[in-house]
């Protein structure tokens, strides 16, 4: 896997990252339900993307 693709997920993940914490401030702000469910997802898919780039740092090195 490319150095580039490695970026990439590492980028896409912290991206994720920064919309789940949106979504959490917005829960916050409003107990909203589906605010919380948003911020799970893109919390969820970060990790995804965080765990790929590893993986694919480790396939690299």
Same mark, same amino acid.
């Given at each position: ?13 912290? #991206?994720?990252?920064? !919309?789940?914490?949106?979504?959490? !401030?917005? /829960? /916050?702000?409003?107990? #909203? ?29």
């Amino acid at each position: 896997m490319s150095k580039a693709k490695i970026v990439e997920h590492h980028k896409t993940a912290a #991206e994720h990252h920064d !919309r789940a914490a949106t979504h959490h !401030r917005e /829960a /916050a702000k409003h107990h #909203e339900a589906d605010a919380h469910e948003k911020a799970g997802h893109h919390a969820h898919t970060a990790h995804g993307h965080a765990s790929q780039a590893m993986h694919h740092g480790s396939e690299a090195s």
